[in-house]
Each structure stands twice: as structure tokens, then as C-alpha cells.
């Protein structure tokens, strides 16, 4: 947990020893509390070095501990103790110093980092605030503007940024323990009252008051609901105002308030979602553990268009070279332009002189893939148009080439089945803007191999993504809830809301964007071909269908008939909303749009009525999560958890609230089984919004905690 041992003669060396991260578990705690007081009290000992085992000082609180009874002793008085000792104590840090880590460092009365080391106080990421002395020492430090924006944000630090910030007081390339115990031995003798944080009172002026204020209406604005962020600025305007101590009684009081509330559980739960969406496993017993991914140097993208683009410029920024091929001059000119303005605008974010264009080929050949690696197709979205490219990609690629494709919906084992080498097709689902958005649907059919699933999910993380592994069905596991989700809020606009109240409502429960605004920013076009393509709208529907109806349930063809009058979302100036010029980007409600909805419903005879908030939540979010069990059901996805990390991911879900599967848990099944029951009763002819046979048994089973769920699968149809 903890090592002592001595070195120079007078400086004990301590070192934090818990794989992977050297978080601070009670056992952790309890060791270094006593062997630090065993250096402080040793008479031979002049000063003390801390450092971490692994090249890893420590990533803060043990995070699995929350929400357990707590045990072991505290951080604080450890820390204090430290602090108030006569001895230096000096923080060796290497890899990282978070949360908790950082609290101990700046404990310490010196810091030295290695260059690649990174600091900061994720705290809030995880719903809460740094609790150990962190939110008074930090500003005492660094003063109150910078802290302000590292503890609401969450922000990591390189060690040179802590350098400037004064967060550390030497950065070094070689070896950081050697140097800090040099460093000890210097400083021995040394009057450190001025190196004790607590002691410092940082600069309180109007100024201050003003950050603090104006930091607040920031954090408020940007929180969309989140708690943590609003109250790491009430520790700080503690810091600001009262003496240390009352200080530490305050950030004590505060997280309090947030330790057991539901957001810091949804954070945490989100936090090893996310890193168990990694932890994939095939039918065949193949796991990401025992499967080796392929290398991959060189990557064809076929099709430049919106995804393309995105697409090329994640590659080429992982430092991957990229073949990428268009159909006609024109797309491609466009396309390439947009590619080597996105490269260009991020090398001068990042304070490059040159983008890596070397790594770029433009052509409009097909046969210039030869030699590539893996292949992501982004051409659009038509079956008949895929299935022609992958036979001819059979034949252009080298044998062992993986052809992905970028379908939002389509069956990848139809495309697997039209080559001649079928274990090594997968589905590579990005999310628009493809360079910026951060889920990555590798869609792995029943031939699907496991190599070929082990290379997409590496080559997800290699370009940054969060990759989730999902079955074939339509729409996989994201836009498969996602159609259900739109239903509902078409619907809510027949029954008598409006787009922007509907938005609202979404916005204010904490999703990035309300739907309607989503959906013109994407082009209401996108979704136009789909239902064309699948026959639910154009000539193949019988004309005696009544326009509300298709395929046995009900239908709404709102989003069609703003299509057909050419009102496509923001590229076209106006959809839901009307924008200032075609692709402008600031939504207004349109006094046209609420006209045209009220002749919609009077002539399909529809009385309007208020649609409450709760009601335009429930129908959306229940919907969804009603899905996500039968899609769980199916074996679609393997765990609730993966469904959540592809909607906070993907689809801006409010990361506070955990995924619309946590959220259904902490609403309460019983709760969420018994509201789809009244809405079915009330819209028999929306069969989606009869609970699932899987939400019912979790009912009759007592509600289980999420990651009990699938023992509650019958016939684990297995894709996963
Ligand atoms: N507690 C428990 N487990 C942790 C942990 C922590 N603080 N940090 C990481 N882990 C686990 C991960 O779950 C993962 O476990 P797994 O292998 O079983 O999936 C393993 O350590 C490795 O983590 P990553 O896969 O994330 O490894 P990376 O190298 O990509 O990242 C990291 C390492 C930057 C340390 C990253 O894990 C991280 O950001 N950790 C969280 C840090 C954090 O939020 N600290 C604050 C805690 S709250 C606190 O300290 C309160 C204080 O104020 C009192
Ligand atoms: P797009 O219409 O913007 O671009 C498609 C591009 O493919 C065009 O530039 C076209 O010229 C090119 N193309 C067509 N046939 C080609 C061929 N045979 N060879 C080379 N190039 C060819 O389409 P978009 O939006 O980029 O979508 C591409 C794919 O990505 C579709 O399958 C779509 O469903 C999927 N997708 C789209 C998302 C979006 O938000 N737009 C999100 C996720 C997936």
C-alpha cells in the first residue's frame, strides 16, 4: 500500500503502492498515515520525499469506496499533519496528481513533477468538489481566477502549465525521485511557514469578488443541472472570504451535500461505464483481452461528405495516413478543402506551424486503396450503393484489408455476405461532427472475427473515441432508441406542444440540445431518405394508408411534409426553426411553424392540449429506455451500461443524469413499468411504448441494481 525507506542517510522516502493508480483506499490511507508519522517523528529523518510506485503518483480517492460505510482515517488530518511538520516534505510526482493526489501534494511544502506528468481536480467530473483541503489550498496557491476554472472544469495540467501556474516548483526530464531527494537535502533547515498553504490568505479583492460572481453565472449556464460545478464555487468563495479553518469547515459542509446525492452516483457509475465498454466479448469466447488487433498504417476513406471529412481529419490528427477517395471532382474539391481547413484551424489551435497533410492522398480512384490497411466507407446512406463498392473494394484491397463501413443503421451482414471475406467486415459508427463527437459503434455481425473487432476498437482509441461494441439489428444500439425518441416528440407536437417548449423541457433535464434543434442541425433530410428507403413514405406505400399510420401503428408524417416543402433544418434556413440565412446556426421559434401545426391538426382533427414537462420526460426517456431492455433482451448490447456510455457519448445525454438506463434505475422500474403502462393505455397504437417482457421480470424480480440485469435475459440470443 504504502513503502518507508530511507536514503542519503536523513531523507525517508515514501512510496505509494497501489496498481494500477495508486488511489487512496483506507488500506492506502492507513499506511502512509502511519509511516508518515513514523518519518515525521524520527529523529534521524531531516525531511520526507513522497512519491508513487509505477511511474504513478496517485489518481486521488479510491472511487469504487463511494457510496460504501466509510472506513479507515481521513485525508485531512494526515495532510495537516504533514504540513505543519518542521521537516520539508517534498512531492515526487510522476504520471499524475489528481484529486485526493494533488490534495496530498499540496500538503507537501514542495512539488517537483516529471515534464509528461499531469495534475488537476476531476472531483467534479465525479459530482463532487476536492474534499481534502483542495479547494482552500489551491486558490491560496494559484490564486482565485485559475483555480476557479481548474476545480469547475475539472481541467488536467501538463507539469509546464503547473509550472506557470505555480503549481509545482521544478519540472524535470530525468529521473523526478533522484532530483526531489537532492531537492530535500537542500532545503533542509529551511523556514517553511511560507510553504504552508493553509497559512497563506489568498488575494481577496473586488476583482476576486467579480470572477467569482461572473464564474458562477458561467458554471450555472454551462451546468445544465449539474450540482458539483455550482458548488466547487461556493468552496472557492469560501476560500476567498473566510480564514482557513472556517474554510475547511465550509468545503466539509459542501461535499456533504453532495457525497450520497444521486448526480455524484450517476458520475461515478458513468466513470467505469466507460472504461468497461472497453472490456468486450464475443459468442466464441473471444474478449478484448485475448484477441490480438491487426496493425494498421493506412486507412482508404471512401466518400468525402459531412462523415468523410470528420472522419479523414481524426485519422491524420492519430498520425495515420489516410487514401481518401470521392466519385466526382467537385465533392472532392469541396471535400478536401473542408479536410485541410479543419487540419489547418486545429495546428493553429495547437500552436503548430505545419498540419500533417503529408499523411493525405486526395483521388477519385478506387484503385488507389490497394495497399491499405483497413477501408471506412462513408458514401451515402444506400444499400444497393454499398453493396456495389464493397464487391468492388473485394476486389481493389489486398486480401487481408478490413472493410468497415460508417452505416447509421444498415445491415452489415448484408454487406459481409457480398465478399469474399466476411470475417473481416465490421460496422465503424462515428457521430457527427466525426472529428469532435466521441462514441464509436464498432457494429460486429455474426462473421464478424474477433481480430477484426479487437483492430476497430484499437483503432477507436488510438484517434480518441470511446468505442462500444453492438450487435446487428436497424439503427444498432443508439440510433435504434433514438427513432423511438423522435416518435414521441413528433407526437408531442401533434397532441399540442410546440418544438422550442418540447426543446426546452430537453435542455432543461440537461441534454446538450433539445431534439427538434438536433434534428435541423443534422438536415431533416437525413432521416427523409431513410423512411423513403424503408418504404415508409413514396410510392410504394398503399394510397389508401391514412397519412398517420404505417406498418400497423401510428405515424407522423410532420417531419415528410417539411421535407417536401424544402425546409431541410439549418442548411436550408429554416426546419423547426427558422434561421437567420440557410446555414445559420441560431435557432427562432417560426410564428410559420406554429401555423403550420395547428392546420395539421385541425386537419387531421387533433385537439391540442398543454403537454406538462414531466409528460414531454417521460414519453421521450422512457421510450428510450423501454428500447434499450429489448435491446438488451436481444443481445444487442451486452450490458446497460454500454447503452448509457453510447447516449452520454453520442447523443449529449446529461452525463449527471448516467444514461437513460441508470436513469430509469434511479427514477425506479416499477415507476418507469407503470407510466409506459398509463402512456400504451392512452396510445394503443404506439406499440413501442408497451414495457418491455425484460423490464417486467426486473419489476417482478424486485429491481435489481443495473449491472444485475442480464441475469435476468431469457434466451440470451447472443450476438454478444
Ligand atoms: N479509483 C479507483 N479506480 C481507479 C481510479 C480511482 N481514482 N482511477 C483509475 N482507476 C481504475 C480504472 O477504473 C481502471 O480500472 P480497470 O482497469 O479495472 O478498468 C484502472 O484504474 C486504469 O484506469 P484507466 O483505464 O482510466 O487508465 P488511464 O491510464 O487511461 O487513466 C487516470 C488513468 C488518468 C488516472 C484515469 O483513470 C482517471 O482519470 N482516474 C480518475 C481520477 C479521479 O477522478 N480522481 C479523483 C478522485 S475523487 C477524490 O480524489 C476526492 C478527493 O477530493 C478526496
Ligand atoms: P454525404 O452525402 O454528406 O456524403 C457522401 C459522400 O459520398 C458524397 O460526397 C458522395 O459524393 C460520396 N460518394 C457517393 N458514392 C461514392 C462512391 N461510389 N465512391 C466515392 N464516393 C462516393 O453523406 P454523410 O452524411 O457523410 O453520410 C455518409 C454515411 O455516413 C452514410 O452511410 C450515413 O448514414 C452515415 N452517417 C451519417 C451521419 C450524419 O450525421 N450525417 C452520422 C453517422 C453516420
Not at 466507460?274 to 472490456?279: G, L, S
Not at 459481409?416 to 464509436?440: C, D, E, I, Q, Y
Not at 452520454?648 to 434511479?666: E, I, L, N, S, T
Amino acid at each position: 500500500m504504502a513503502r518507508y525507506s530511507r536514503t542519503e542517510g536523513t531523507i525517508a522516502l515514501i512510496t505509494l503502492s497501489n496498481p494500477p493508480v495508486n488511489a487512496l483506499g483506507a488500506a492506502v490511507r492507513r499506511t502512509i498515515t502511519d509511516i508518515m508519522h513514523r518519518a515525521l517523528t524520527d529523529g534521524e529523518v531531516k525531511a520526507v520525499v513522497l512519491c508513487g510506485e509505477n511511474g504513478t503518483f496517485c489518481a486521488g480517492a479510491d472511487i469504487r469506496e463511494f457510496g460504501k460505510p466509510p472506513s479507515g482515517p481521513a485525508l485531512v488530518p494526515l495532510i495537516h499533519d504533514m504540513e505543519a511538520s518542521e521537516k520539508p516534505v517534498v512531492a515526487a510526482i510522476e504520471g499524475v496528481a489528481l484529486g485526493g493526489g494533488l490534495e496530498i501534494a499540496l500538503g507537501c511544502h514542495y512539488r517537483i513533477a516529471h515534464a509528461k506528468a499531469r495534475l488537476g481536480f476531476p472531483e467534479v467530473m465525479l459530482g463532487l468538489i476536492p474534499g481534502a483541503g483542495g479547494s482552500q489550498r489551491l486558490p491560496r496557491l494559484i490564486g482565485i481566477p485559475a483555480a476557479l476554472e481548474l476545480i469547475t472544469t475539472g481541467r488536467l495540467v501538463s507539469a509546464q502549465e503547473a509550472l506557470k501556474l505555480g503549481i509545482v516548483d521544478q519540472v524535470v526530464d530525468g529521473n523526478t525521485i533522484e532530483t526531489a531527494v537532492k531537492f530535500a537535502l537542500n532545503v533542509i533547515g529551511r523556514p517553511l511557514l511560507s510553504r504552508r498553504l493553509s497559512e497563506r490568505t489568498p488575494a481577496f479583492s473586488v476583482d476576486a469578488a467579480a470572477v467569482l460572481e461572473e464564474g458562477m453565472a458561467r458554471v450555472k449556464q454551462r451546468a445544465r443541472g449539474a450540482f458539483a460545478p455550482v458548488v466547487c464555487v461556493q468552496a472557492l468563495r469560501a476560500a476567498a472570504t473566510l480564514p482557513y479553518s472556517r474554510g475547511m469547515e465550509t468545503e466539509e459542509q459542501l461535499i456533504n451535500t453532495l457525497i450520497d446525492s444521486s448526480q455524484a452516483r450517476a458520475l461515478q457509475y458513468c466513470f467505469f461505464a466507460q472504461r468497461n465498454a472497453r472490456k468486450w466479448s464475443l459468442p466464441s469466447g473471444a474478449r478484448w483481452n485475448n484477441s490480438k488487433p491487426r496493425a494498421v498504417h493506412r486507412v482508404g476513406v471512401v466518400g468525402l461528405g459531412t462523415m468523410g471529412r470528420g472522419i479523414t481529419v481524426s485519422l491524420v490528427k492519430a498520425g495515420i495516413s489516410v487514401v481518401a477517395v470521392e466519385m466526382e471532382e467537385k465533392q472532392m474539391d469541396l471535400g478536401m478543402r473542408a479536410v485541410l481547413g479543419m487540419l489547418e484551424r486545429d495546428a493553429q489551435r495547437r500552436g503548430d506551424t505545419r498540419p500533417p497533410t503529408h499523411l493525405l492522398t486526395f483521388t477519385l480512384s478506387l484503385q488507389q486503396l490497394g495497399n491499405v490497411d483497413l477501408v471506412i466507407e462513408a458514401v451515402f446512406e444506400d444499400m444497393a450503393l454499398k453493396k456495389c463498392l464493397f464487391t468492388e473494394l473485394c476486389n481493389v484491397c489486398k486480401p487481408s484489408t478490413l472493410l468497415c463501413t460508417n452505416t447509421s443503421g444498415l445491415d452489415v451482414d448484408a454487406l459481409a455476405v457480398v465478399t469474399h471475406r466476411r470475417s473481416l467486415v465490421v460496422g465503424m459508427h462515428f457521430f457527427a461532427p466525426a472529428n469532435v463527437m466521441k462514441l464509436l459503434e464498432v457494429v460486429c455481425g455474426p462473421h464478424s472475427s474477433a481480430e477484426a473487432v479487437a483492430t476497430a476498437m484499437t483503432l477507436g482509441k488510438r484517434l480518441g473515441k470511446v468505442g462500444v461494441v453492438v450487435g446487428n439489428c436497424p439503427g444498432f444500439v443508439g440510433n435504434r432508441m433514438m427513432k423511438l425518441y423522435l416518435d414521441q416528440a413528433y407526437f408531442l407536437l401533434e397532441e399540442g406542444a410546440a418544438p422550442e417548449q418540447v426543446d426546452q423541457v430537453l435542455e432543461e433535464f440537461g441534454f446538450t440540445m433539445g431534439i427538434f434543434k438536433v434534428s435541423d442541425l443534422s438536415g431533416l433530410d437525413v432521416g427523409w431518405r431513410v423512411r423513403k428507403a424503408s418504404g415508409l413514405i413514396g410510392p410504394d406505400v398503399n394510397p389508401k394508408t391514412p397519412s398517420r399510420w404505417r406498418q400497423g401503428c401510428r405515424y407522423s408524417p410532420l417531419p415528410d411534409l417539411l421535407c417536401e416543402q424544402g425546409h431541410l433544418g439549418q442548411k436550408s434556413g429554416r426546419g423547426w426553426y427558422l434561421y437567420e440565412t440557410p446555414g445559420g446556426k441560431e435557432p427562432k421559434p417560426d410564428p410559420a411553424m406554429h401555423r403550420f401545426l395547428q392546420e395539421y391538426r385541425s386537419r387531421y382533427g387533433l385537439t391540442p392540449r398543454h403537454v406538462h414537462a414531466h409528460e414531454v420526460i417521460e414519453r421521450c426517456t422512457y421510450a428510450m429506455a423501454n428500447e434499450g431492455f429489448r435491446i438488451l433482451e436481444e443481445g444487442i448490447a451486452a450490458r446497460a451500461e454500454d447503452i448509457d456510455v453510447i447516449y452520454v457519448f453520442g447523443y449529449g445525454w446529461p452525463r449527471h443524469r448516467g444514461g437513460p438506463m441508470f436513469h430509469a434505475a434511479q427514477v425506479g422500474l416499477a415507476t418507469v413499468l407503470q407510466r409506459l403502462e398509463h402512456y400504451h393505455q392512452l396510445h394503443p397504437d404506439v406499440p413501442h411504448l408497451q414495457p418491455s417482457p425484460l423490464l417486467q421480470r426486473l419489476v417482478e424480480a424486485g429491481s435489481p441494481p443495473v449491472h444485475h440485469w442480464r441475469e435476468h435475459v431469457q434466451h440470451l440470443h447472443s450476438y454478444l
